[in-house]
Antibody, heavy 115, light 108 residues
């Protein structure tokens, strides 16, 4: 059974950093491109970032480019999202999802950016 | 960058009725790389339809997708109580960003 489990969310002050993790199981993690998608409270889904199966290629939404870094550790079957210079508008539930189209999603982890 | 516009924003219907949801793209979506997702409150999105008209594994046949180019439709033939949720379309054409539409809420 495919499972994606996010962790690392929480309350953080503006300007600080946070790292999210997504532990994958039930499939060959190193064979799949992976994505992060976020959803602000009461709002719609927003694509955030993508990483290739070997980690050599990454893409970002303009809203997070230069502040967020996606990475992966295929030996640990884990996806990461390093979030720096956090802003109030980054407050959201962050989901990891397997390749397009997103058949598999994690349950999400809530990041709240507030002083 | 492809922008997706969903309509209507909210659809008020009763169980047993037919729901028709629209997703319009700002430019043609190549190879009909268009997906539909259902999201219930407090849950992660669930893939319903991919490649515009293919049902994902385990999705009931009352859900169907159609369309091509810039105009796509999700139809729910007979609404069940569990179908009242928010529905999103997403294009997964060749280049990022792989945008979602704003969503359509199907309510009783």
């Amino acid at each position: 059974e495919v499972q994606l489990v996010e962790s690392g969310g929480g309350l953080v002050q503006p300007g600080r950093s946070l790292r999210l993790s997504c532990a994958a199981s039930g499939f060959t993690f190193s064979s799949y491109w992976m994505h992060w998608v976020r959803q602000a409270p009461g709002k719609g889904l927003v694509w955030v970032s993508r990483i290739s199966s070997d980690g050599s290629s990454t893409n970002y939404a303009d809203s997070v480019k230069g502040r967020f870094t996606i990475s992966r550790d295929n030996a640990k079957s884990t996806l990461y999202l390093q979030m720096n210079s956090l802003r109030a508008e980054d407050t959201a539930v962050y989901y990891c999802a397997r390749e397009l189209p997103h058949r598999y999603w994690g349950q999400g982890t809530l990041v709240t950016v507030s002083s | 960058e492809i922008v997706l516009t969903q309509s209507p924003g909210t659809l008020s219907l009763s169980p047993g009725e037919r729901a028709t949801l629209s997703c319009r793209a700002s430019q043609s979506v190549s190879s009909n790389y268009l997906a539909w997702f259902q999201q219930r409150p407090g849950q992660a999105p669930r893939l319903l339809i991919y490649a515009a008209s293919s049902r994902a594994t385990g999705i009931p046949d009352r859900f169907s997708g159609s369309g091509s180019g810039t105009d796509f439709t999700l139809t729910i033939s007979r609404l069940e109580p569990e179908d009242f949720a928010v529905y999103y379309c997403q294009q997964y054409d060749t280049s990022p960003p792989w945008a979602f539409g704003e969503g359509t809420k199907v309510e009783i």
